[in-house]
């Protein structure tokens, strides 16, 4: 795309999980934006269709499939359909997942399985498949999806927290292993980012959350943020693109936050 100098992604081909709401889509978006072609992948494929047919209406690239990340050979599927459809994978956005709410003592063996399957093991997956594509390849960069709850203790998130931490070493480590063969592996830490995924522990049994209680939840965030303000889809998308372009050429293993502070106060 002209003018976009090291933020041009024409001729890349990016593939992103989670990629039918919130930050998912908006990576997509903007990853279309800046010229990839891009393949997209969610368990809910009528969504992640919905995020294809804007990129596609938009002059853009992209495919979608039906993806639940927990399964291995899904994943590996979702990549298979990359470079079959494009060529070659350039970037691998592991943006899946879910939020876990309860203190320990409660938490369920069901509830531990399902948030560790679609948390660590989906974007453990990513990795994997993408590796193995992007090994022969010689290039590529993968970006996970850790968060703000890996920075400071919070009693309920345990099990989502730890998730994430989780996320974060898996991305260092696999960045000492990718390094010597061109590959790039990173992770952002959203903090409170306003998607479908927040307020996930105020919704009731039919899925309903009292405004108010949701608009005191909201001042609850700005206010542990330095700059008054909660993120947006949006300013985790322009994190996504930065990682996935040479603007990052020597960027691998970090952590990086965009959470308006929080993470320095909370
Ligand atoms: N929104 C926040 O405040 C926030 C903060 C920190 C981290 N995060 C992380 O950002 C990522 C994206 O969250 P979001 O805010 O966009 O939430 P979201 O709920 O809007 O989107 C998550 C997407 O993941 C998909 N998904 C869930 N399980 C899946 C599976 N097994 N296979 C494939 N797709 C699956 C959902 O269908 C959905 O489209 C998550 O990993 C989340 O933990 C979000």
């Not at 024409?10 to 990576?27: K, N, P």
């Not at 992007?134 to 850790?146: C, D, H, L, R």
């Not at 696999?174 to 919704?203: K, S, W």
Request: glycine content about 12%.
């Amino acid at each position: 795309m002209e003018g976009l100098g090291v933020f041009d992604l024409s001729g890349r081909v990016a593939c992103v999980t989670g990629a039918a709401s919130g930050i998912g889509e908006a990576a997509a978006e903007t990853l279309a934006a800046a010229g990839a072609a891009v393949v997209l992948g969610d368990i809910d494929g009528d969504g992640a269709d919905r995020t294809r047919d804007r990129i596609v209406d938009g002059g853009g690239r992209a495919v979608s499939r039906v993806t639940d990340t927990t399964q291995s050979d899904q994943v590996s599927a979702l990549l298979a359909a990359a470079t079959d459809e494009f060529g070659r994978l350039d970037v691998m956005a592991n943006v899946a997942g879910v939020g876990s709410y309860g203190d320990v003592v409660d938490v369920t063996e069901a509830e531990l399985d399902r948030v560790l399957a679609i948390n660590f093991k989906g974007v453990f997956f990513g990795c994997q498949a993408a590796m193995r594509v992007m090994g022969p390849q010689g290039s590529g960069s993968i970006i996970n999806v850790s968060a703000t709850a890996i920075n400071t203790p919070v009693g309920g998130l345990s099990v989502y927290a730890a998730t994430k931490a989780a996320v974060a070493m898996l991305t260092q480590s696999l960045a000492v292993e990718a390094g010597p063969i061109g590959v790039r592996v990173n992770t952002i830490a959203p903090g409170f980012t306003l998607t479908n995924f927040v307020g996930g522990h105020l919704r009731d049994a039919e899925g309903q959350v009292d405004p108010a209680e949701m608009d005191s939840y909201l001042k609850l965030m700005r206010d542990r943020s330095p700059l008054g303000e909660v993120c947006d889809a949006s300013d985790q998308a322009n994190l996504i693109w930065f990682l996935a372009s040479d603007a990052s050429r020597y960027v691998t293993g970090q952590i990086l936050r965009a959470n308006a502070g929080q993470s320095i106060t909370w």
